[in-house]
Antibody, heavy 121, light 107 residues
Framework: QVQLQESGPGLVKPSETLSLTCSVS????????WSWIRQTPGKGLEWMGY???????NYNPSLKGRLTISGGTSGNQFSLTLTSVTAADTALYYC???????????????WGQGSPVTVSS | DIQMTQSPSTLSASVGDTVTITCRAS??????LAWYQQKPGKAPKLLIY???TLQSGVPSRFSGSGSGTEFTLTVSTLQPDDFATYYC?????????FGQGTKVEIK
């Protein structure tokens, strides 16, 4: 059974950097595309970017160069780094797997449980 | 950017009803559309992809149709477990976008 688990700090100060990790079990990070998606009451679900283990990435232009998604430092993981955070980055952050095998990557067939992040001093 | 607009925002229904949710894209997306169900405190769950293909394990009372710019999700014979929020999502381009959601609540 494939499972995704997000981890990271629940609280980040304004202007600092948010780092989250998604740990994958039951599947290899090397075989699929993976994305980060966040959810807020105001903006709903917002796709942030995707990653493939060869280094292919694609980011939401709205994140204006603040976002990096990369392979994890250990094990079957991938990570999100978001710089210069503001209160607008307060959200529930999900990692998700892309289903299918087409290009560009398709829908999201598996999601983590979500990691809440608050940006506040 | 492709904007996805769902209607209605909220839908009141009873167990046993058939409900239909509409999703409109701001430009043609062929059939590159998925539907998700989200319950409070849980992650979205994939129901349908490619506009009408049922994800494995999803009950057959869920169905999807449409192409181009207009799509529908139909839930036949609504069950207590189906009261949730539903989202559409397009994957026609390299930039993915979601509808704002439709909450199906108990009448």
């Amino acid at each position: 059974q494939v499972q995704l688990q997000e981890s990271g700090p629940g609280l980040v100060k304004p202007s600092e950097t948010l780092s989250l990790t998604c740990s994958v079990s039951g599947a290899s990070v090397s075989l699929q595309f993976w994305s980060w998606i966040r959810q807020t009451p105001g903006k709903g679900l917002e796709w942030m970017g995707y990653f493939y283990h060869t280094g292919i990435t694609n980011y939401n232009p709205s994140l204006k160069g603040r976002l990096t998604i990369s392979g994890g430092t250990s094990g079957n993981q991938f990570s999100l780094t978001l710089t210069s955070v503001t209160a607008a980055d307060t959200a529930l952050y999900y990692c998700a797997r892309h289903g299918g095998s087409g290009w560009p990557p398709y829908y999201f067939d598996l999601w983590g449980q979500g990691s809440p992040v608050t940006v506040s001093s | 950017d492709i904007q996805m607009t769902q209607s209605p925002s909220t839908l009141s229904a009873s167990v046993g009803d058939t409900v239909t949710i509409t999703c409109r894209a701001s430009q043609s997306i062929s059939t590159w559309l998925a539907w998700y169900q989200q319950k409070p405190g849980k992650a979205p769950k994939l129901l349908i992809y490619d506009a009408s293909t049922l994800q494995s394990g999803v009950p057959s009372r869920f169905s999807g149709s449409g192409s181009g710019t207009e799509f529908t999700l139909t839930v036949s014979t609504l069950q207590p477990d189906d009261f949730a929020t539903y989202y559409c999502q397009q994957y026609n381009t390299y930039f993915y976008s979601f509808g704002q959601g439709t909450k199906v609540e108990i009448k």
